[in-house]
């Protein structure tokens, strides 16, 4: 047990410190603009296909359960409305974040993992460079940005998909199905997607950070780290998903 609560305050003390020396060190993101272009074409236009991919499917699924749901109790033209307000709350923003979970923190911890474990970010302190300026910050800030924007895309994209499966499954029209999409809308339903997204980003690019600059042991130990960046990234987006949804629709 003691060994538990040793590790445990061992990784709490660790993030915070990262953490902080990104807060530190986010002015400086301005004179890397080229690496955060860079990063923004790996992380959001090379994960363009698959956010969307799965975006549909999700909209098509939740419009064919929102009409099993309605069509004996409720007015079809909720398809539209349920299938809207789950893409914007829930679905959109968890989706994409799972997803670029599975596809970037992965990706990013490799990365870092190796450069640590081959010595280049020691050779980055040698040649007196920030290792956080110049390999943190850039992909935290870019992560912030290339969520939300995904999620954006992948709500439109879901919607869509409801609508196709809306309308030549079920033969609902197109002026009933985009009137339900209109139905009740909330505005603070779509910012709290647009919330819960950022903050998803925020996760997402760290624990890929993290765990990459604590990679310890050659390849295998590089192998642990992406493993353990993708876990605990996936949880703490359960996390932070459960949080501000409590903050934003309490």
């Known amino acids: 047990m003691r060994r538990f609560w040793k590790i445990a305050i061992t990784y709490i003390g660790e993030t915070a410190t990262l953490l902080w020396q990104i807060i530190l060190a986010a002015p400086t993101v301005v004179r890397r603009i080229p690496l955060v272009i860079e990063q923004f074409i790996f992380m959001g236009i090379a994960s363009l296909t698959i956010v969307l991919l799965t975006a549909m499917f ?22 539209g409305m349920m299938v809207t307000k789950a893409m914007m709350i829930e679905l959109g923003p968890l989706i994409t974040g799972l997803v670029l979970s599975g596809r970037l923190a992965s990706s990013i911890a490799a990365e870092l993992g190796t450069m640590k474990v081959t010595e280049q970010i020691d050779a980055l302190e040698v040649m007196a460079i920030n290792p956080i300026e110049y390999l943190v910050v850039p992909r935290v800030f870019t992560g912030m940005i290339v969520t939300p924007l995904l999620t954006i895309l992948a709500e439109f994209v879901g919607i869509i998909g409801g609508y196709f499966v809306s309308r030549f499954f079920f033969q609902i029209s197109t002026p009933l199905y985009f009137r339900g999409v209109r139905l009740n809308y909330l505005p603070h339903e779509l910012f709290g997607g647009l919330l819960k997204s950022l903050v998803f980003g925020l996760v997402i690019s760290f624990m890929g950070c993290f765990h990459g600059l604590r990679t310890e ?34």
Do not use: N
Request: aromatic residues 10%.
């Open 58 to 79: 999700t909209g098509m699924v939740t419009a064919f359960e929102a009409y099993h749901q309605v069509q004996h109790y409720a007015p079809i033209v909720y398809v």
């Open 217 to 250: 042991g050659g390849a295998e130990g590089v192998g642990r780290s992406t493993t353990r960046a993708v876990v605990s990234s996936s949880i703490l987006l359960l996390l932070a998903d459960y949080l501000v949804a409590r903050i934003v629709f309490s």
